[in-house]
């Protein structure tokens, strides 16, 4: 009856995989593996805010030694990536846009300063300043300003929207600026399609190497063209996970199927374990998509090494049935059953305990380690005694295997000691060299050609750091704004003296009332001043532009302007009853600049200095110290347990997989890999794997097909879990490495330490 239900839920799982992978909801995201951090509204949508923002966008650069040939170049790149009306769809220049801002800005332009011209205008007295606007106003040409002359004598406005513009300018259609000796052309485009697709192919990459390679033959000199983007670093982690996927997923699966069929010789068990393997990674993906909505790739690739670890049920049954063929299926089935439910439950507690991190990422791990490995042990235990028809015949492989134990050395008088103190020197040699890092970037990993890219655009284009930052806070708007503008004041104290590149805030295209005001108060004066003493030299009146100060420049109406886009990602607006806004810095190169950012932050009201690379390496240390004290525990509570079970030689199940857990992270020591979060999260999984074969080499004394099923399922389990250390993220691949070292010491090891036959097995 169990197996019909078990059948019903079988299908409905089928039909559930179907639809998911026909628009598989998969997450790219390497950061999901950060900690999921109790952080207050404002600085949440902060964060949230600067990674939407270049969630789609691409940027490329098209350089040259001079303009023409930079912008024939970009007209091919264009051209190319146009015809293709795929992946990248152009960000337009819209003419009206500058239109719409100047008419905005016009009716205010006299409450309009920039710091500089508010310095120069708060020293010069009128005289000087009516003399260089009469030698502006009688140079030869057009004078160049958007206004004219008495409408703006002093050139103030236009000075104002170049330092809003900075260096970039258009010229020729393009976006044009000069930097590093170069001229370069500046390309937006927005990606239309999903970064992520499970054929592991690179599209917005190889479409940009088409345009690259065609501008590179119309070019009649060298160029230079640097691309960078969330969606090339998103798509390059999708096109590695699959092939991580596939290597470690099929890998693991390769083994065992080999390991089966060396063991066993006979297609069934092959098929049976691989039919438990299957419903265990459905399950896995399935539960993990209605719990949270989506699959993490870096999830996937974790459930990858499952196979290794959700085989031991059938191989147990399977080994069983090859000593004793005689005894029926079902009968042999509820003999194993207490140990195979033990098993179970042990390997679901090791991987639940990743869930106790409040990391996203690893929550989904185990989510989808205990879901898989419940419906394998559920398919093996419900259905292998139906489907099974006869036990398999002992295989040369498998018999010598299983009589291997008898020959396995235990460590024990003199000789014993002489390997402990072997152990112990290697251990302590290596943890002597161990280097700990809780880094960002032990997470992360990007192609090294698409990071360079991306330093280099980023000092072209003077882009401020995500990673640092000011988040503003106030009772409203004005407020808000207000207290930004004392900041800025401290920012722009550092950017004259060449510690800081510069900054991004909205109150440099929107200043407060009570500032516009002060403005005003300031530059209307001595501008009539100054048309006064010209009116005087001219010999004529010269009148004076009526201004309406009544309606200031305020956020509703600015956000709405096309002008506003880049800048609407700082204004946070009301969250949570506070209004908030960031100031986004450029430039951030020496360490010493954090600490007077962080000063200017602690004298200032409502402000606060965000580094999020500290905070969060703050946190994976925090984490790895609350989980090295956890993993200490476990193994506190194992001990207490055995003790219960085995009595005063509980120490033998125990002791190989403490000594695999000290050894391990020593190797880790001795190649250099850096010890990390994920280094101790991988000790906790040790443990809850590692301790079973100590425990069945004790329950199961000199068992032949006890110690077969062990070899066989370690080195299933070994396979899966080293393939790990093949992965491109730094956080997998210390996990790989740690479990790789542990399980091949602790398969080594336990039956070092196993009872003599003539210990009592019991207490």
């Known amino acids: 009856m169990l197996a019909l239900v078990?059948?019903?839920?079988?299908m409905a799982l089928v039909w559930q995989q179907i639809n998911f992978w026909r628009a598989p909801a998969l997450d790219t995201d390497v950061m999901a593996l950060l900690p999921g951090e109790a952080q207050d509204p404002l600085l949440a949508a902060a964060s949230e805010r600067i990674a939407a923002s270049a969630t789609r966008q691409v940027v490329v650069l098209v350089g040259a030694a001079d303009w023409a040939q930079a912008s024939a170049a970009a007209k091919v790149f264009t051209d190319l990536v146009a015809a293709d009306s795929g992946p990248l769809a152009p960000v337009a220049l819209d003419p009206q846009a500058l239109s719409e801002a100047l008419e905005y800005y016009r009716p205010q332009q006299a409450a309009l300063l920039t710091p500089g011209q508010r310095l120069r205008l708060r020293n010069a007295h009128s005289a000087e300043l009516a003399q260089s606007a009469l030698v502006r106003l009688y140079a030869p040409g057009p004078s160049g300003g958007l206004l004219s002359w008495r409408e703006d004598p002093l050139n103030l406005w236009s000075e104002w929207w170049q330092a809003r513009a900075g260096a970039m300018g258009l010229r020729d259609g393009l976006v044009a600026l000069q930097a590093n000796d170069q001229h370069w052309a500046v390309l937006r485009y927005v990606s239309t399609q999903s970064a992520f697709r499970f054929d592991g192919s690179e599209v917005l990459a190889e479409l940009l190497d088409r345009a690259a390679q065609a501008a590179h033959a119309a070019s009649d000199g060298p160029i230079e063209i640097l691309r960078g983007g969330v969606p090339l670093h998103a798509e390059a982690a999708a096109a590695r996970a699959n092939w991580e996927v596939n290597t470690i997923g099929l890998g693991s699966l390769a083994a065992v199927v080999l390991l089966v069929w060396c063991a066993f010789r006979r297609l069934r068990p092959l098929l049976l374990v691989a039919l438990s393997l299957g419903i265990g990674m459905a399950a896995g993906v399935a539960a993990t998509a209605l719990i949270y909505g989506e699959v993490y790739l870096l999830t996937l690739i974790f459930g990858a090494s499952l196979v290794g670890v959700a085989e031991d049920y059938g191989i147990h049954?399977?080994?069983?049935?090859?000593?004793?063929?005689?005894?029926?299926?079902?009968?042999?089935?509820?003999?194993?059953?207490?140990?195979?439910?033990?098993?179970l439950v042990t390997s679901v507690l090791a991987y639940s305990a990743l869930g106790l991190a409040p990391f996203p990422g690893l929550r989904q791990m185990a989510v989808f380690s205990a879901a898989g490995l419940?419906?394998?042990?559920?398919?093996?235990?419900?259905?292998?005694?139906?489907?099974?028809?006869?036990?398999?015949?002992?295989?040369?492989?498998?018999?010598?295997?299983?009589?291997?134990?008898?020959?396995?050395?235990?460590?024990?008088?003199?000789?014993?000691?002489?390997?402990?103190?072997?152990?112990?020197?290697?251990?302590?040699?290596?943890?002597?060299?161990?280097?700990?890092?809780?880094?960002?970037?032990?997470?992360?990993?990007?192609?090294?050609?698409?990071?360079?890219?991306?330093?280099?655009?980023a000092g072209v284009l003077g882009l401020p750091s995500p990673a640092q930052f000011f988040v503003v806070e106030a009772n409203d708007a004005q407020a808000l704004l207000q207290r930004e503008e004392a900041l800025t004041d401290q920012l722009q104290a550092l950017v004259e003296q060449a510690d800081l590149a510069g900054f991004e805030a909205v109150s440099q295209w929107l200043p407060s009332i009570e500032r516009q005001r002060a403005d005003a108060a300031l530059r209307l004066p001595l501008e009539n001043?100054?048309?006064?003493?010209?009116?005087?030299?001219?010999?004529?009146?010269?009148?004076?532009?009526?201004?309406?100060?009544?309606?200031?420049?305020?956020?509703?109406?600015?956000?709405?302007?096309?002008?506003?886009e880049p800048l609407r990602p700082l204004w946070l607006g009301a969250v949570d009853g506070q209004h908030g806004s960031v100031v986004m810095l450029k430039g951030l190169s020496r360490e010493s600049n954090l600490g007077a950012l962080a000063d200017i932050a602690d004298r200032l009201e409502g402000v606060r200095w965000v580094n999020r690379s500290a905070e969060i390496g703050g946190l994976l240390g925090h984490y790895r110290q609350m989980m090295t004290g956890l993993a200490l525990l476990g193994y506190l509570?194992?001990?207490?347990?055995?003790?219960?079970?085995?009595?005063?030689?509980?120490?033998?199940?125990?002791?190989?997989?403490?000594?695999?857990?000290?050894?391990?992270?020593?190797?880790?020591?001795?190649?250099?890999?850096?010890?990390?979060?994920?280094?101790?999260?991988?000790?906790?999984?040790?443990?809850?794997?590692?301790?079973?074969?100590?425990?069945?080499?004790?329950?199961?004394?000199?068992?032949?097909?006890?110690?077969?099923?062990?070899?066989?399922?370690?080195?299933?389990?070994?396979?899966a879990f080293g393939l790990l250390s093949l992965s491109s993220t730094p956080a997998l691949r210390s996990f790989g490495l740690s479990l790789l070292f542990g399980i091949a010491l602790v398969w080594l090891l336990s039956p070092c330490f196993r009872p003599p036959p003539t210990e009592q097995t019991h207490a």
């Open 637 to 719: 509570a194992v001990a207490l347990a055995l003790q219960w079970r085995f009595g005063r030689r509980a120490w033998r199940a125990l002791l190989p997989t403490a000594l695999a857990a000290v050894l391990s992270v020593a190797l880790l020591g001795w190649i250099g890999e850096p010890f990390q979060l994920f280094s101790v999260l991988a000790q906790l999984l040790l443990l809850g794997i590692g301790v079973d074969y100590g425990i069945f080499l004790f329950e199961h004394r000199e068992d032949p097909a006890s110690w077969l099923a062990i070899n066989v399922g370690a080195a299933s389990t070994l396979l």
């Open 529 to 564: 001043a100054v048309r006064v003493q010209a009116g005087a030299l001219l010999g004529e009146h010269l009148s004076v532009p009526v201004t309406d100060q009544s309606k200031p420049l305020r956020p509703t109406q600015w956000l709405q302007l096309q002008i506003a």
């Open 317 to 343: 049954y399977y080994a069983s049935r090859q000593q004793t063929p005689e005894r029926p299926p079902r009968s042999m089935m509820r003999h194993l059953l207490p140990g195979l439910a033990l098993a």
């Open 6 to 10: 078990w059948a019903a839920l079988v």
């Open 374 to 457: 419940t419906a394998a042990f559920l398919t093996v235990v419900l259905w292998f005694p139906w489907l099974d028809r006869a036990a398999p015949r002992r295989s040369r492989f498998a018999s010598a295997i299983a009589g291997s134990l008898q020959h396995w050395p235990r460590i024990r008088g003199r000789r014993g000691l002489v390997v402990m103190l072997v152990l112990l020197v290697v251990a302590a040699g290596g943890l002597t060299q161990l280097r700990v890092d809780d880094s960002l970037r032990s997470l992360r990993s990007s192609p090294p050609k698409l990071v360079a890219n991306e330093i280099v655009i």
